[in-house]
């Protein structure tokens, strides 16, 4: 009996107000505000309501921006892997086989006019090149640069690499140990005893 009840009253409750997407709903419902400069001052204003996520202030911004131009399939020149930016969002971290990249972030706005051969290197200026492996661990297959171990300095001016190479005991190369990603795991232990930390000054190269 109070199920029904309340299964009535809810039925009762949406025919008073009206079929969802129909005209009295869309009247009522308060449409979003796409006005920039009043997005940007509720924003420093800190109008959002308290316990909501950073990101929801920065979302609305998308309901008014739209992208005027768009390249697919960029030239990256290098066969190298993008892993992150820096803090501060001035420098691009990127990594090949064993090889670190950094380059200095310049502006969407210099890719206006760009194609897909050039607009990797307007958008991105190279600053400078570190070999991390050596030639005979690369040729031997025996060392690796841990891609997922990145860590940057909150003031953008240290980074912290993480390099683990085989011992000669084992044998083995890197790509006889690490056949697939179900022996990454189990073969982590043959590493400890090989890995090295790598502080890198980023603000030595500029």
């Known amino acids: 009996m109070h199920v029904d009840q309340r299964v009535r009253d809810v039925i009762q409750s949406r025919e008073k107000k009206g079929e969802m997407y129909d005209i009295d709903w869309c009247r009522r419902r308060k449409p ?40 697919n399939a960029v030239d990256k020149k290098r066969a190298m892997t993008i892993r992150r930016f820096t803090p501060d969002g001035k420098r691009m971290i990127c990594f090949s086989i064993s090889t670190l990249f950094v380059y200095d972030y310049l502006g969407v706005q210099n890719a206006q006019d760009a194609t897909t051969s050039d607009a990797f290197e307007k958008v991105f200026q190279h600053k400078f090149t570190l070999p991390v492996l050596t030639r005979e661990e690369v040729m031997s297959s025996t060392a690796m640069i841990c891609k997922e171990y990145c860590l940057i300095t909150p003031d953008s001016k240290h980074l912290i690499l993480l390099k683990s190479k085989i011992s000669d005991e084992i044998g083995q190369s890197v790509h006889e140990i690490f056949q697939n990603n179900e022996t990454l795991l189990n073969s982590t232990a043959t590493l400890d005893s090989a890995t090295n930390l790598l502080s890198i000054d980023l603000e030595v190269f500029y």
Not at 37 to 63: C, I, K
């Open 32 to 71: 979003l505000n796409t006005h920039v400069p009043a997005l940007l001052l509720n924003r420093e204003l800190g109008m959002r309501p308290s316990g909501t996520h950073f990101m929801r202030g920065s979302r609305e911004f998308h309901h008014c921006i739209a992208p005027k131009h768009t390249l």
